[in-house]
């Protein structure tokens, strides 16, 4: 099952994770990205963003976006 934050992401199974990273930041509010005390939860964010693309990569995914 793939994350729904990741869903949201509307990214394509081929692209770079660089490119997942950019949607995943663009999908953080400004005022949440500003926060300084939110940097943990922020990178653990782009983590579980980046793992779950891995899994959608790994196990084949037809392309959506």
Request: with cysteine; proline share 8%; aromatic share 8%.
């Amino acid at each position: 099952m793939t994350d729904p934050a990741y869903q949201r992401l509307g990214l394509p199974v081929t692209a770079s994770p660089y490119t997942v990273l950019r949607a995943a930041v663009r999908a953080l509010h400004p005022d949440t990205r500003a926060v300084r005390g939110f940097r943990t939860a922020r990178k653990r964010f782009y983590r579980q963003m980046l793992c779950a693309h891995t899994a959608r990569q790994a196990a084949g995914d037809t392309p959506n976006g």
